[in-house]
Structures are given as structure tokens and as C-alpha cells.
């Protein structure tokens, strides 16, 4: 078993064999270089994105995102050839997998699609020259006994791929779908928390005014009943303390006389029993009773000036 080398294929290409309406720059080293002839969208019914040989597209591929992208060219395999499939390095360094590698069998005769699944955290872009996978030609040891027979337009195979991307889901296990959904029900729960938030907010609002309003009306009630009794107290008290007054005053004079008027009077009077003066007026004997007597009251004086 041998594969062909690029030199080989070409000169396939030039006699119109293996690769129809191929570029024969395209085939190098052992293998030939597809590029994009339509791009169709998985989850829409809109058409196809139509790639013209020799002009600008491009078509941008999203995180997650499914596409499948029918070839530009036709392969024609001989029932002495196989085919095999393969992912290009540059899309599978972006993060763009090809994911029905396969197998094409002797006898077909058809155009080719390719499945890729964007797994990158960014978009892929694939224009127009972008290679997008890669066949390796074999040779067969043996005949092959039954190759493959049926063929198909052109025309029937875009109508077939674009019912299957209709049919299949945008993103690689709906991602994008489940991503859609989670982000709207959580703008949902978010907009039905904000509003129960503002009627919780409302209600204790009009709760809160409704009970200073109450707390206002029973003060207002209660305040001329809050007053008697305050005044009734107030008076009460007044009167206990006039009448504590008046008591203390009467006990002060009537039950303890003052002391220092009592204390003078038995003074006086004691000097009176005791002291007897004799002589002339102008004696000295008299003159010292009267000098001590003098220093007597002025002490008395004094002692009834203490508190």
C-alpha cells in the first residue's frame, strides 16, 4: 500500500481525475489542501453562505459553535485509491476541530463536507483560501469487488446538508442554547427579586407610617390624662412639703423653744441667785463685779450668735 505523492496528484489533476476543478498548487507533499465552497449554519434556515473562486468571504465561527462547510471541489476516487480525511494544524491550533474525519471510499464520486466545532475561547474566521482539511490518497492492494456506486449532484447534496444543519443544534451539546437560557432566566429571577424587593420596601414603608400615625394619635390621647395626673402629683407634692414646713416650724416653737434664748434666760438668772453686790457704786468692788459681768454677757453674746 503507497500513498501518492503531490507530484502524482497533480498529474491527476491536470487529466481531470481524483480532484474536479482542483487547483494543482493545492497538492503538496502527499496530500491535497481543501478550501471552502459554502458554509451552512447549524439552527437557521437562512441560506447558504456561498464562497466564489477568486473573490472575498469570510465566514466567522463562534465559541462553541458548530458549521459545516462543503468543499469547492469534487473528488472522483478510482476502485484503486481510498481516501482519507484529515484536520489541517492550522484550524486545529485555533481551536476549530474537525470532527468526521473519515474514510472515502473507492468508487465515490461527489462533493465533500466538513464538521467543525469551535472549542477556542474566541472566534475562527475562515475565508475563502483558508484550507480547511486535507486528503491523503492511497493505493489498494487487490481489486476492490464492490466500490462504491451511487452519485450525486451537486445541487442534491447542498439541499441534503442544509436540512441537517437545520435540524442540528447551533452549538457543539448546546452550549450556546443552555448558555441563552441560563442568562435569561437569571435576568428573569433577577427582575422578579428586584420586584419583590420594592414591594417588601413599600409595604414597610406604608407599615412604618401607618404605625407613627398610631403612635401619634394615642399620644395625643393620652397626653391631657398624662397631664392631670402629673399636675395631680405635682400639686400633692407641693402640699406634702408646705405641710412639712408648717409642721417643722410649729415643732421648732412650740415643742423645742430655742435653745439660746432659754440658755441666756437660765443664765440671768443664775447670776441673779448667785452674785450680791455690796458697797458703794464707785467702789472698786463694784467696779470689778461690773467689768466681769460685762465679759460674761459679751461671751453669752457670742454663744448665741453659733449656729
Request: net charge negative; with cysteine; hydrophobic share 40%.
Amino acid at each position: 500500500m503507497a500513498v501518492l505523492s503531490d507530484e502524482e496528484i497533480r498529474f491527476c489533476i491536470d487529466r481531470g481525475e481524483l480532484v474536479k476543478n482542483g487547483d494543482p498548487k493545492r497538492a503538496q507533499e502527499c496530500s491535497y489542501s481543501f478550501v471552502c465552497g459554502s458554509a451552512f449554519i447549524p439552527g437557521e434556515t437562512s441560506v447558504p453562505i456561498e464562497f466564489q473562486d477568486g473573490q472575498n468571504g469570510e465566514v466567522i465561527v463562534s465559541p462553541g459553535q458548530m458549521i459545516w462547510i462543503r468543499t469547492r471541489e469534487r473528488v472522483s476516487i478510482p476502485n484503486n485509491l481510498v481516501g482519507f480525511w484529515w484536520q489541517t494544524n492550522t484550524l486545529s491550533r485555533k481551536g476549530l476541530m474537525l470532527v468526521n474525519m473519515s474514510m472515502v471510499e473507492p468508487g465515490y464520486e461527489g462533493d465533500l463536507a466538513c464538521l467543525f466545532v469551535n472549542f477556542a475561547k474566541s472566534t475562527v474566521v475562515i475565508t475563502s483560501e483558508t484550507p480547511i482539511a486535507k486528503m491523503v490518497f492511497t493505493e489498494l492492494r487487490g481489486r476492490v469487488l464492490s466500490p462504491y456506486a451511487s452519485q450525486i449532484t451537486r445541487q442534491q447534496y447542498d439541499a441534503a446538508l442544509r436540512q441537517l444543519a437545520v435540524d442540528q443544534p447551533k452549538t457543539f451539546l448546546k452550549v450556546a442554547e443552555l448558555s441563552t437560557e441560563i442568562a435569561t432566566e437569571r435576568q428573569t429571577a433577577i427582575r422578579q427579586i428586584n420586584s419583590i424587593g420594592d414591594e417588601i420596601k413599600t409595604s414597610v414603608r406604608h407599615e412604618l407610617t401607618a404605625a407613627k400615625e398610631e403612635a401619634v394619635h394615642e399620644f395625643k390621647r393620652d397626653l391631657p390624662a398624662a397631664i392631670r395626673s402629673s399636675f395631680g402629683w405635682a400639686l400633692g407634692a407641693f402640699a406634702f412639703l408646705a405641710g412639712v414646713s408648717l409642721i417643722t416650724d410649729y415643732v421648732k416653737g412650740e415643742l423645742f423653744p430655742d435653745v439660746k434664748e432659754v440658755a441666756r434666760s437660765e443664765a440671768d438668772e443664775a447670776i441673779k441667785q448667785r452674785i450680791t453686790v455690796s458697797g458703794t457704786a464707785n467702789s472698786n468692788d463694784v467696779n470689778a463685779i461690773l467689768e466681769r459681768l460685762s465679759k460674761i454677757d459679751a461671751r453669752l453674746g457670742a454663744l448665741e450668735k453659733k449656729p
